[in-house]
């Protein structure tokens, strides 16, 4: 894939659990030389590292508690303004809530990009759709060598003999978090936890929807000319 080096802007990708986020993420960070920020990965760097806000955070996990909003944009803030974001950079995992979204937005319009175009400093917001029965299948389907560690999908990428690991024979096993009742649940989490910021950004018609059921590539190439029709129409208005 083509490496285009020049300035996007932030991207924020919504889908379920199996929409293949993560793979598509690490494509745009790739193709545009980004970095894709997890704030899971903050958070833990904040503690590891004993900041002030990552001391606050660990007192407050090991009471069994979530860390606060205000704790969480004071990192999320942090990290943005490194160097490497300023041409841009893909979200993982935030903003989780429209408040947060919310903040997201007067952060990036007030301080991160201030002296571009305000089109160009919000964020593009795509959401990956994928039809529930597919997305059961992906996770469902999922088994692993407890050997090696290997990922296959009984229905996408089996291995050569059912059940059998390929490299060292193994026999094939399914976590915990890949049993149908515990995929069900997370599925039915994310609904009720992501719908209310999908709604927010379609308000304020800054929200792109791509069709995930289809072959990994071809999402891709779908994700690519939503981030690109939006570049130019952000250049057109500037």
């Known amino acids: 894939m083509e490496r285009i ?3 996007i802007g932030p991207i924020i990708l919504l889908g379920p ?3 293949g986020k993560g793979t598509q993420a690490q494509r745009i960070a790739e193709r545009y030389g980004i970095p894709q920020i997890s704030t899971g990965d903050i958070l833990r760097e904040h503690v590891q590292r004993g900041t002030d806000l990552g001391a ?3 007192d407050i996990m090991a009471r069994g508690e979530l860390v606060p909003d205000e704790l969480i944009y004071g990192m999320v803030a942090s990290r943005l303004r490194h160097a490497d974001c300023e041409r841009g950079f ?3 995992g935030f903003p989780r809530t429209p ?3 919310g903040w997201l937005d007067a952060f990036l319009e007030h301080e991160f990009f201030e002296n571009q175009h305000r089109e160009q400093c919000l964020p593009i917001v795509i959401r990956i759709d994928v039809d529930y029965n597919q997305l059961l299948r992906r996770l469902t389907g999922r088994r692993s060598c407890p050997t090696c560690g290997r990922i296959y999908n009984i229905y996408s990428q089996p291995p050569q003999v059912p059940e059998v690991c390929d490299d ?3 026999r094939l096993v399914i ?3 890949d049993r149908e009742e515990v995929i069900r649940e997370r599925l039915n989490a994310y609904e009720l936890q992501t719908k209310p910021v999908a709604e927010y950004y379609d308000s304020k018609r800054r929200l792109v929807s791509v069709n995930g059921d289809l072959p990994v590539d071809k999402v891709t190439a779908q994700i690519m000319r939503v981030i690109e029709d939006h ?3 952000a250049a057109n208005l500037s």
């Open 99 to 101: 408040a947060q979204a």
């Open 56 to 58: 606050q955070a660990k």
């Open 168 to 170: 060292d024979s193994s």
């Open 90 to 92: 893909v979200l993982d």
């Open 5 to 7: 080096e020049r300035g």
């Open 17 to 19: 659990p199996g929409a």
């Open 231 to 233: 570049r130019a129409d």
């Open 175 to 177: 976590r915990n978090d």
